[in-house]
């Protein structure tokens, strides 16, 4: 079995000592603890092992692949709140049952190719927003972290609501997505989009990992489509006025004011333009049977 580096993040909501300690123990390798914002991309890049595990959540999942060297498997064990990436690759949510399949996925070298999104230079595995979408997780950002974690779902639905009423219950176009006007946009590189609790949010229902990127983008909200468009959300449905595109290589988004950016859930600050572009089948990950 090739060696594989094990990083985790102690902070993150799901990981504790004990946990960490266990899944090392399932893997058969030492622990390396990130300790810093920005340190497990330092640990990818910098390892000469066969390949990556990490467990903690999808901000730490973000910075290992910006920091992968091609060609390098990774493995994913979920240690956050929502854990987008390995829940949406079919892995267990128990951490303990996630690593015994990738180590029986490292033993054999079953991999799954996927592809990869990229905004403006950064990476990013399964969803990226430009506008409304990425201040709400700005605004949930800001609450601040208890013990390292971040705040419960309920939270976001609160954003949510706090964000829409400083509008007016009203989101107008702000931006253009190659040229054509939109409120704001979300990026999908597989479904479901997220996940609020168990319950899947099935934002772009067509977009898979081995394709291109899918675009949701509305041409604009009132509060009262609010429900419409969350039912719409979670059956996979398409809504009117709304943009969609799917599985396409790239495009380019331009802002009338510079605008929040964020992707697998991690704020990238204000951008007057957004280049997205998909690098297709650019990361082996282990899967399970």
Request: proline residues 8%.
């Amino acid at each position: 079995m090739p060696q594989a580096l094990l990083i985790v993040n102690p902070q993150a909501t799901a990981v504790t000592a004990n946990r960490a300690a266990a899944v090392a123990g399932i893997l058969g390798t030492d622990v390396v603890e990130t300790e810093r914002a920005g340190h497990a991309t330092e640990l990818a890049a910098e390892s000469d092992a066969g390949s990556v595990v990490v467990f903690g959540g999808d901000g730490v999942f973000n910075e290992v692949i910006n920091g992968l060297r091609p060609g390098i498997p990774l493995g994913v064990i979920p240690g956050g709140g929502s854990s987008v990436l390995p829940r949406a690759l079919g892995l267990p949510r128990r951490p303990e049952d996630a690593a015994r399949q990738i180590l029986d996925a490292l033993g054999t070298g079953r991999t799954r190719r996927i592809s990869i999104g990229r905004v403006n230079d950064r990476r990013f595995a399964f969803a990226g927003a430009v506008g409304f979408p990425a201040e709400v997780v700005r605004r949930v950002d800001e609450l601040g972290r208890e013990g390292g974690r971040r705040p419960p779902d309920r939270a976001f639905a609160l954003a949510v609501a706090r964000a829409l009423r400083a509008r007016g219950g009203r989101l107008e176009p702000v931006l253009e997505i190659d040229g054509e006007p939109a409120a704001f946009a979300l990026v999908a590189n597989g479904d479901p989009y997220t996940y609020l609790a168990r319950l899947p949010l099935r934002l772009a229902p067509k977009a898979h990992f081995e394709g291109g990127l899918d675009l949701v983008a509305p041409l604009h909200v009132r509060a009262r489509a609010i429900p419409r468009l969350t039912v719409a959300a979670v059956l996979g449905r398409k809504a009117a006025g709304v943009l969609y595109r799917h599985d396409v290589d790239g495009f380019e988004i331009r802002c009338r004011e510079p605008l929040p950016l964020q992707v697998d859930g991690e704020d990238l600050g204000d951008v007057r333009e957004a280049v997205f572009e998909c690098e297709r089948s650019a990361l082996p990950v282990f899967v399970p049977r």
